[in-house]
């Protein structure tokens, strides 16, 4: 078994494990918490619908059923806190990994793109290969989110929530974000370089380092100290990367431990409808875009795909897509991509071409309108997918930013924000296969600008 194959075994037995120890703790250790909450969410639910029923708030009733939601919400949030106490040693695990690999993104990107950059050469070459960047992008992304939009329809996961509308002043303790145009663009264009480094402003990051690749290559043969300084600095952190890879396991472990002791196998069961055809709809995604990739790669696709197993697992199980990073950057160049159009299209990838995000974001906002009982027209779900389409790029460093984008886009058509407290309990579960879909969709886009290029080599072992 070779090194590789090794560790996509231990990530996947200890992804296996997490889920029995996790199931394990559920059931002898965390019952009783998780019955408290549960009973403090129904409690909240009926007093927010009561409350919802009384016109004057001055009557002595609304101010009993205030005092009681307040107990309810103190209730859950006591055992809450207790509960993420006691989860500490193994969410701890997949949180030092996670800043491990964090640690490493930041530099990896900046060095290798603007060696990709500089060795492009002259900027005509940058924009021809960014031309054929983007249009992979946008037509990924629009597939991604037509797809969601064709499926929630056909399976309409919410119709069988029959909720009634929320009162107003339901929390979710999300904050929405309406990004304008203006917003979006001003948010692209670092102010300091140091400040998009540390707070790993992914795409800050690379329209700096555009520059910076670009300035290197023109100032000739002056430049070439730099570029093969930075090649080294890749290089370096590449094998820093092997060493931190070697964490995955635990990491994998941890996570999924901590998430099935908390919400235990019976959420699976509750959003069992939506959960399943959310996952069909990604696995009909993949065969979409491995189809389009054989279409342009041949057989070389599956060798691709098989390549990805490794970085799949990983994004998978720790629900990030940036924690597959490094490793996937590493099986494109094993795959035969040309590091400098490797290091220019995969950091550009993970801000334009989040491709399980996007199916998600039209599967979850159609979903809360159906759970309400909301009719959306053709015209009206069309401006919707549109207004995602731009709110959702470079997204990529914010925390739960597919329930932050879907907060600020379902607003515009008067579906109640809190129906985004249906998604909060199993948005882990879901984010794990987003961020496996990200994973994939870089992947083949990378894979397709290299053969577009000309720029693809026979593999290495």
Not at 99 to 117: D, Q, S, Y
Not at 179 to 197: C, G, N, Q, R, T
Not at 339 to 361: A, E, H, R
Request: hydrophobic share 50%; charged share 15%.
């Amino acid at each position: 078994m070779t090194k590789n194959n090794k560790l996509t075994f231990f990530i996947f037995f200890a992804l296996v494990l997490g889920v029995i120890l996790g199931y394990v703790l559920n059931v002898k250790s965390f019952n009783t918490y998780n019955t408290n909450i549960l009973s403090a969410d129904n409690q909240v639910k009926n007093i927010d619908f009561k409350l919802s029923a009384i016109k004057d708030t001055t009557v002595s009733q609304y101010a009993v059923l205030k005092m009681d939601k307040k107990a309810a919400l103190q209730l859950r949030k006591e055992n809450e806190t207790i509960r993420e106490k006691k989860l500490e040693p193994l969410t701890l695990l997949s949180d030092i990994f996670l800043r491990l690999i964090k640690m490493i993104v930041a530099p990896l990107v900046f060095a290798t793109l603007v060696v990709g950059v500089a060795k492009v050469g002259d900027i005509k070459a940058v924009g021809r290969i960014g031309g054929k960047t983007m249009l992979w992008f946008v037509s990924a992304s629009l597939l991604s989110l037509i797809l969601g939009l064709i499926l929630v329809n056909i399976f309409k996961p919410g119709e069988a929530m029959h909720l009634p509308l929320p009162s107003s002043n339901s929390d979710t303790g999300i904050q929405k974000v309406a990004l304008s145009m203006k917003d979006f663009i001003s948010h692209i264009v670092p102010k300091s370089m140091a400040e998009a480094m540390a707070t790993n402003e992914i795409l800050q990051i690379v329209v700096f380092s555009l520059f910076f690749g670009v300035a290197t290559a023109a100032i000739g043969e002056k430049g070439k100290i730099i570029i093969e300084f930075f090649d080294a600095v890749a290089h370096v952190i590449l094998k820093v990367t092997g060493y931190v890879m070697n964490f995955a396991p635990f990491a994998v472990f941890g996570a999924m431990a901590a998430i099935v002791a908390k919400q235990g196998l019976s959420v699976l069961s509750t959003y069992a409808l939506f959960i399943g055809e959310f996952y069909s709809g990604m696995l009909m995604l993949w065969l979409l875009l491995i189809m389009i990739g054989y279409i342009i790669l041949k057989g070389r696709v599956f060798n691709l795909m098989n390549r990805m197993k490794e970085p799949v697992l990983v994004a998978f199980s720790t629900a990030s897509s940036e924690a597959a990073y490094p490793r996937t950057m590493l099986q494109l160049e094993r795959f035969g991509c040309k590091d400098k159009i490797v290091s220019f299209v995969l950091p550009l990838g993970y801000s334009f071409n989040l491709d399980g995000s996007m199916l998600y974001m039209t599967f979850a906002s159609m979903f809360i309108a159906q759970s309400y009982g909301i009719h959306l027209s053709f015209q009206q779900q069309v401006t919707m997918l549109l207004i995602l389409m731009l709110t959702s790029k470079g997204i990529a460093g914010v925390p739960r930013a597919s329930l932050v984008v879907i907060a600020g886009t379902i607003a515009t058509f008067n579906i109640p924000e809190a129906g985004l407290a249906l998604l909060i309990g199993i948005d882990p579960l879901l984010d794990m296969g987003r961020s496996a879909t990200n994973v994939i969709g870089n992947s083949i886009a990378t894979a397709v600008v290299s053969k577009w290029e000309g720029e693809l080599s026979p593999a290495q072992d």
